[in-house]
Antibody, heavy 116, light 109 residues
Framework: EVQLVESGGGLVQPGGSLRLSCAAS????????MTWVRQAPGKGLEWVAN????????NYADSVRGRFTISRDNAKNSLYLEMSSLTGDDTAVYYC?????????WGQGTLVTVSS | QSALTQPRSVSGSPGQSVTISCTGT?????????VSWYQQHPGKVPKLMIY???ERPSGVPDRFSGSKSGNTASLTISGLQAEDEADYYC?????????FGTGTKVTVL
């Protein structure tokens, strides 16, 4: 069974940084693209970034490019999202997902709140 | 990277069919066969209902079907049931990035 468990969310001040992690199990992690999706409170879904199986290709939404960095460690079956220069607009639940031309399996999400 | 356009809400009585449209451009929906649909109940994690325009993952009822014509994709729910009341989002590959739709609330009357 595919399991994705996000962690690292919390309260951070505007302008601050945070690193999210996603622990994967139940599938061959190194064989899949992985994705981050976020959802602001009461709002719709927003694709954030994705990363190729070996980490050699990464793509970002315009709203986070230059501030967020996606990475992975296939030896640890883990996906990461480094977030910096955070603003209130980044407040959201962040989901990691196993991808196959779109998110297929989703984690439960971790809440990031940007507030002073 | 503009969101795909969906109707804000659709509704139907139990047993009826409803169709949700998802309008994009030739750079996303119209240009690729990679359109997905997600169902999200309040407070829950999104669930994949359709991928690659019209493919259903195992476990998804065949009441759910997807199609595409030009720059518009559609999700049809046939034989509407009470548990189908939820938010639905389309999603498309757009070259070097992806984009979600604006979301549609389906209400079962």
């Amino acid at each position: 069974e595919v399991q994705l468990v996000e962690s690292g969310g919390g309260l951070v001040q505007p302008g601050g940084s945070l690193r999210l992690s996603c622990a994967a199990s139940g599938f061959s992690f190194s064989n899949y693209w992985m994705t981050w999706v976020r959802q602001a409170p009461g709002k719709g879904l927003e694709w954030v970034a994705n990363i190729k199986e070996d980490g050699s290709d990464k793509n970002y939404a315009d709203s986070v490019r230059g501030r967020f960095t996606i990475s992975r460690d296939n030896a640890k079956n883990s996906l990461y999202l480094e977030m910096s220069s955070l603003t209130g607009d980044d407040t959201a639940v962040y989901y990691c997902a196993r991808e196959s031309w779109g998110p297929h399996d989703w984690g439960q999400g971790t809440l990031v709140t940007v507030s002073s | 990277q503009s969101a795909l356009t969906q109707p804000r809400s659709v509704s139907g009585s139990p047993g009826q069919s409803v169709t949700i449209s998802c309008t994009g451009t030739s750079s996303d929906v119209g240009g690729y066969k990679y359109v997905s649909w997600y169902q999200q109940h309040p407070g829950k994690v999104p669930k994949l209902m359709i991928y690659d325009v019209s493919e259903r993952p195992s476990g998804v009822p065949d009441r759910f079907s997807g199609s595409k014509s030009g720059n518009t994709a559609s999700l049809t729910i046939s034989g509407l049931q009470a548990e189908d009341e939820a938010d639905y989002y389309c999603f498309s590959y757009a070259g070097s990035f992806y984009v979600f739709g604006t979301g549609t609330k389906v209400t079962v009357l």
